[in-house]
């Protein structure tokens, strides 16, 4: 019989490395817990969040969840009341272990990286880039989401999965993977990770209705003047969009509809990277980059040398400086990444 050609080149399969036994331990035998996410928390930062404070609860441990917000979108709006925004002294008094999820450096943290200063640190992350940072680390940059890494320490635990954690584990898995769309060959284990979740009860119909339905006609048509307002640079290998603070009096929509936007300027052909400014106040800016699937450009690198971070193909940085600045400061970068 003929040999596969590919088979020689068939990568081993990924799978998780094993968790550190001093994270076990620490997990079995403190009994209060602080689970915090980043600022501008995602879907992946919230579920990774819930999931992680079920797991504890099921440990029989008191657990706060902690995040230093906003919650202003209107997916996550109604979770506010879910969060502590602050670490008062009382609850930093009893000594509380705190179990950090998605953030790749203290200052994803916000102003609750100087509250939990002192506290036993657990960081569960999965980018690439950042600082080192806690005092125990379960860091897999391989893992498409930061729930399939707390699905792995579910397992590891022997701690049984109901259907509303499965939903946690898997909204994660799709809001960082695009629906599976980022997902690249040989990670098989990922789709059988998600198999076992819908066997659980998933329904990965309604969790794509989760992820991108229930929007407003104002986001839709905001999605429309941010296409519309777009502009192509470097020969059609960048481009660009941006929202300003005055769009809040044309637009009655306070989400910013930034999946969909790097999902349609990408798929124009030759685009290699987009950038999209938010003015946050008129010194403050937010930039969200994204890289194509087919180009080398690691914007991830990118916004680590500004001082944000992220992933390969998808990063961000927020900068101290008005739109206007961040806009040059980016494209002369971008441009010397796309015409090198
Ligand atoms: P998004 O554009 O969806 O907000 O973020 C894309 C990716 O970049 C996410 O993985 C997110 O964690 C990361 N990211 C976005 N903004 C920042 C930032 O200001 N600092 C760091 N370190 N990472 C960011
Ligand atoms: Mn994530």
Not at 26 to 38: S, T
Not at 97 to 107: E, K
Not at 259 to 265: E, F, H
Not at 296 to 309: D, F, M, Y
């Amino acid at each position: 019989m003929e040999n596969n050609p590919r088979s020689s080149a068939v990568p081993e399969p990924f799978s998780y490395p094993a968790v550190d036994g001093e994270i076990i331990v620490l997990l079995k035998d403190r009994p209060e817990f602080i689970v915090a996410g980043h600022v501008g928390p995602d879907g992946d930062c919230l579920s990774s969040q819930f999931a992680m404070a079920a797991l504890l609860q099921k440990l029989g441990k008191v657990v706060h969840l902690a995040n230093a917000g906003p919650f202003d979108r209107s997916e996550i709006a109604h979770l506010r009341s879910d969060f502590l925004t602050h670490i008062d002294d009382g609850l930093r008094g009893r000594n509380p272990v705190v179990v950090v999820v998605d953030c790749s450096s203290p200052d994803r943290l916000g102003h609750l990286a100087d509250e939990i200063e002192g506290l036993t640190t657990l960081v569960f992350d999965h980018h690439s880039s950042g600082e080192k940072f806690g005092d125990f680390r379960y860091i897999v940059p391989r893992s498409v989401s930061t729930t399939m890494i707390i699905m792995h320490l579910y397992k590891t635990m022997g701690v049984p999965i109901d259907t509303e954690i499965a939903e946690h584990l898997f909204f994660g898995l799709a809001t960082d993977s695009g629906f599976f769309r980022f997902l690249s060959s040989y990670r098989g284990e990922t789709l059988r990770m998600a198999a076992e979740l819908v066997d659980l009860g998933v329904s990965p119909n309604a969790m794509a209705d989760r992820m991108s339905g229930g929007k407003s006609e104002g986001y839709v048509r905001y999605l429309g003047k941010l296409i519309d307002r777009s502009e192509s640079l470097f020969g059609g290998k960048l481009m660009i969009s941006s929202s300003y603070l005055k769009d809040a009096r044309s637009f009655t929509t306070s989400d910013k509809p930034s999946d969909s936007l790097y999902q349609i300027l990408l798929s124009i052909e030759g685009v290699e990277m987009v950038l999209y400014f938010k003015e946050i106040d008129h010194n403050v800016t937010e930039v969200g980059m994204r890289s194509a699937y087919t180009s080398p450009i690691n914007v991830g690198e990118l916004a680590e040398s500004l001082g944000g971070g992220g992933h390969r193909k998808a990063s961000g940085v927020t900068l101290e400086c008005s739109i206007d600045e961040a806009k040059r400061r980016l494209i002369e970068a971008a441009g010397a990444l796309l015409l090198s």
